[in-house]
């Protein structure tokens, strides 16, 4: 299974002067739990990530007020990516080794064409075992119809 299969394709890009209030309400309007910060708010030059963990980490357990802290102040400035060509499973190693839900997806290593969240993965991989299930009950319904060819093997 590749990236390219499951990542949500674009991103909400939003400002580092933006309070974190702001961003919240983007995150929710959005239906994203994490924003790229660029200069501008545009898809001009990629300062960091902010997601809603930070925010809550940042602001709501620290007693400090969403309207008052600026995006900028609690951003990760570092941005994990992986290819958009890559195996899941090396995007779900990624995540495991740095503690992360998110991913952003690159191609060609610049141009943030997504994000890859855990609850991307947990999609693909669901899909995966749905399917296994309905092999192994195919073959059930198979069996129980009398319809299994018969074969014996010939030493």
């Not at 739990?33 to 620290?62: F, K, M, N, P």
């Not at 400035?77 to 290819?83: K, N, Q, V, Y």
């Not at 064409?113 to 999609?123: A, C, F, K, N, P």
Request: aromatic fraction near 2%; charged fraction near 15%; include cysteine.
């Amino acid at each position: 299974m590749k990236v390219s299969e499951f990542y949500s394709q674009g991103v909400v890009h939003i400002p580092a002067t933006c309070s974190l209030q702001e961003a919240a309400v983007q995150m929710r309007d959005q239906h994203v739990g994490a924003l790229v910060v660029s200069e501008g708010g545009g898809s001009g030059h990629i300062l960091g990530v902010l997601t809603d963990r930070d925010i809550v980490l940042q602001s709501v357990c620290t007693g400090t007020s969403p309207i008052t802290v600026r995006v900028g102040q609690v951003m990760s400035s570092h941005i994990l990516s992986i290819d958009v060509n890559a195996d899941l499973t090396e995007a779900m190693q990624a995540m495991a080794s740095h503690g992360v839900r998110r991913l952003a997806v690159v191609s060609n290593g610049i141009d943030i064409m997504g994000i890859l969240s855990l609850d991307d993965v947990i999609t693909a991989l669901g899909r995966e075992w749905i399917m296994l299930t309905s092999i192994l009950r195919n073959e059930q319904n198979r069996e129980a119809s009398g319809s299994v060819l018969q074969t014996s093997l010939h030493a």
